[in-house]
């Protein structure tokens, strides 16, 4: 059960459609269900307004397929898995289909940014767009982790791919979109130089993220996470090296803010 849930749960018990022993038996799942191997988290939803996502890498297509199903069980309408591999995705899409409990929910695997996908995208309901910026080809993969990523948590997404510092004039191009967005999500690795040129045109918090994309020096990312850091531009923050997950998710976490009374 998500936050959405709980809400349309609570005022059907308020307009007498539901009973007070309806809700009882909604709520007395436990906190979570554990596996062994994995511990459920099935108040995440209520808690954060975001459900448990699925992390892929160091676990086995069985284990992946276990958490889903029991998520699944739980009342989630949808199960995003990142760090996903094209071969472990196909063995989790068997796995669910021969196990079944998830029968109601399609299986989606994303091979660019390695996302699985139980379920569809909820229709956005943020403030307004998220804009993912990347700097180059090579950076699309965490680009579209980010991009994803906020699709799934119900936003709407702007891509503007291949515009780095290297022709500038291909991100003016596009300066509507970024004066237009919420929040804006700069990806870009060699110097990282992306993230203060757009710190510099938009009104809107930025979220940079660091790729490891580059030659020696650049150090796995290391030069354009530090590069990010010591950003001029005021208003930009910085997730870690090849972090679109966690960009993507904070940009949904801006884009649903509310103002305070």
Same mark, same amino acid.
């Given at each position: 059960?998500?936050q959405? +849930?709980?809400?349309?749960?609570?005022e059907?018990? &308020?307009?007498?459609?539901?009973?007070?022993?309806?809700?009882?038996?909604?709520?007395?799942?436990?906190?979570?269900t554990?596996?062994?191997?994995?511990?459920?988290?099935?108040?995440?939803?209520?808690r954060?307004?975001?459900?448990?996502?699925?992390?892929?890498?160091?676990?086995?297509?069985?284990?992946?397929?276990?958490v889903?199903?029991?998520?699944?069980?739980?009342?989630?309408?949808?199960?995003?898995?990142?760090?996903?591999?094209?071969?472990?995705? =196909?063995?989790?899409?068997?796995? $669910?289909?021969?196990?079944?409990?998830?029968?109601?929910?399609?299986?989606?695997?994303?091979?660019?940014?390695? $996302?699985?996908?139980?379920?569809?995208?909820?229709?956005?309901?943020?403030?307004? =767009?998220?804009?993912?910026?990347?700097?180059?080809? =090579?950076?699309?993969?965490?680009a579209?982790?980010?991009?994803?990523t906020?699709?799934?948590?119900g936003?709407?997404?702007?891509?503007?791919?291949?515009v780095?510092? &290297?022709?500038?004039?291909?991100l003016?191009?596009?300066? +509507?979109?970024?004066?237009?967005?919420?929040?804006?999500?700069?990806?870009?690795?060699m110097?990282g130089?992306? &993230?203060?040129?757009?710190?510099?045109?938009?009104?809107?918090?930025?979220?940079?993220?660091?790729?490891?994309?580059?030659?020696?020096? =650049?150090?796995?990312?290391?030069a354009?996470l $530090?590069?990010?850091?010591?950003?001029?531009?005021?208003?930009?923050?910085?997730?870690?090296?090849d972090?679109?997950?966690?960009?993507?998710?904070?940009a949904?976490?801006?884009n649903?803010?509310?103002?305070s009374?």
């Open positions: 059960m998500d959405r +849930d709980l809400h349309e749960l609570l059907r018990v &308020a307009a007498g459609t539901a009973s007070v022993d309806d809700a009882e038996r909604a709520l007395r799942i436990a906190p979570f554990d596996l062994g191997y994995a511990k459920i988290d099935h108040h995440r939803g209520v954060q307004g975001v459900p448990e996502v699925v992390y892929g890498e160091g676990k086995t297509a069985e284990q992946i397929a276990g889903c199903r029991a998520l699944v069980e739980g009342g989630q309408q949808r199960v995003l898995i990142t760090r996903l591999e094209a071969r472990k995705a =196909s063995e989790v899409r068997n796995d $669910l289909a021969r196990e079944g409990g998830c029968d109601a929910l399609a299986f989606d695997y994303r091979e660019l940014p390695r $996302l699985g996908i139980l379920g569809d995208p909820p229709e956005p309901d943020g403030n307004g =767009s998220v804009v993912v910026a990347a700097a180059g080809t =090579s950076d699309l993969p965490v579209e982790e980010a991009a994803v906020a699709e799934m948590l936003n709407r997404v702007t891509r503007l791919y291949d780095g510092v &290297a022709g500038l004039h291909r003016l191009a596009h300066a +509507d979109e970024i004066a237009a967005a919420r929040v804006v999500v700069a990806v870009a690795g110097e130089a992306l &993230a203060s040129v757009v710190g510099g045109l938009a009104s809107c918090p930025v979220i940079a993220v660091p790729t490891s994309v580059g030659y020696g020096a =650049s150090f796995g990312g290391v354009a $530090l590069a990010m850091l010591n950003s001029c531009a005021s208003g930009v923050s910085v997730v870690n090296i972090n679109g997950f966690g960009a993507g998710y904070q949904h976490l801006i649903h803010a509310k103002a009374a």
